[in-house]
T-cell receptor
Framework: AQSVAQPEDQVNVAEGNPLTVKCTYS??????LFWYVQYPNRGLQFLLKYITGDNLVKGSYGFEAEFNKSQTSFHLKKPSALVSDSALYFCAVRDLPFSGGYNKLIFGAGTRLAVHP | DGGITQSPKYLFRKEGQNVTLSCEQNLNHDAMYWYRQDPGQGLRLIYY???????QKGDIAEGYSVSREKKESFPLTVTSAQKNPTAFYLC?????????????FGPGTRLLVL
C-alpha cells in the first residue's frame, strides 16, 4: 500500500539557520510527491511538488525539496529559516489511481516547525 | 487559499442534527474533494468528484453525503449518523483530477458538537 511518513512531530530551528523537514514514502511505480504548509486555523497552501526530472525542486517562499529515489525520501529544506515559517508542514504522495484515474493524495501526519528568534 | 471559499468558518451541530458545509470555487476546476483533519492524523479523504453529477466515496465516507449539481459547488452534509463529527473540514479542487495535478485548498470549516 502507498504510504508516507513524517518521522518528526516537531522540528525546532533558530532563525537564520537552515531547516529540514523529513518525509519518506512507499509507493508502487513512480512517486508523485507534494509539500503543503498550514498556518493555524487555515487551509493548506501548496509549496512544491516532484513529478519527474530534476531531483531538486524549488518552490514558494524559498523552500526546496530533494527527491532521493534510493532512500525513498523527499525532505523539505530552506537555507535560512524565518520566524514566519513556523507552521504545520504536510508531505503527501499520490496513491494508485482509483477507477477512472483519480488523483488521491495520501498525507503524512504533519510536522510542526517552530522557528525561534 | 486561492479561489476556493468555504462557509461557515465555524459550525455548531446539535445531537441528531444534519449540517451542511459549503464549498465554492471559481478556478474552473473539474475535480473537487472533501477532507477531514483531526489532530495528529493528517488529512483523510471523505468524498471526491471528478465531474458534475458524479462523485465517489473516499476512505471515511460513512455519515457524510455530498452533491455536485454545479461545477463550482460541492457541498458536504454531515449527517446524524456521523457519531464523531468534531473536526476541521477542508475542501480542495484540481483542474481535472489527474495524478500530477496540484490540489488547492479552501480555508476550512471547523465543526463542533454542542
Amino acid at each position: 500500500a502507498q504510504s508516507v511518513a513524517q518521522p518528526e512531530d516537531q522540528v525546532n530551528v533558530a532563525e537564520g539557520n537552515p531547516l529540514t523537514v523529513k518525509c519518506t514514502y512507499s509507493v508502487s511505480g513512480n512517486p508523485y510527491l507534494f509539500w503543503y504548509v498550514q498556518y493555524p486555523n487555515r487551509g493548506l497552501q501548496f509549496l512544491l511538488k516532484y513529478i519527474t526530472g530534476d531531483n531538486l525542486v524549488k518552490g514558494s517562499y524559498g523552500f526546496e525539496a530533494e527527491f532521493n529515489k534510493s532512500q525513498t525520501s523527499f525532505h523539505l529544506k530552506k537555507p535560512s529559516a524565518l520566524v514566519s515559517d513556523s507552521a504545520l508542514y504536510f508531505c503527501a504522495v499520490r496513491d494508485l489511481p482509483f477507477s477512472g484515474g483519480y488523483n488521491k493524495l495520501i498525507f503524512g501526519a504533519g510536522t510542526r516547525l517552530a522557528v525561534h528568534p | 487559499d486561492g479561489g476556493i471559499t468555504q462557509s461557515p468558518k465555524y459550525l455548531f451541530r446539535k445531537e441528531g442534527q444534519n449540517v451542511t458545509l459549503s464549498c465554492e470555487q471559481n478556478l474552473n476546476h473539474d475535480a473537487m474533494y472533501w477532507y477531514r483533519q483531526d489532530p495528529g492524523q493528517g488529512l483523510r479523504l471523505i468524498y471526491y468528484s471528478q465531474i458534475v453529477n458524479d462523485f465517489q466515496k473516499g476512505d471515511i465516507a460513512e455519515g457524510y453525503s455530498v452533491s455536485r449539481e454545479k461545477k463550482e459547488s460541492f457541498p458536504l452534509t454531515v449527517t446524524s449518523a456521523q457519531k464523531n463529527p468534531t473536526a476541521f473540514y477542508l475542501c480542495a479542487s484540481s483542474s481535472s483530477g489527474r495524478a500530477w495535478e496540484t490540489q488547492y485548498f479552501g480555508p476550512g470549516t471547523r465543526l463542533l458538537v454542542l
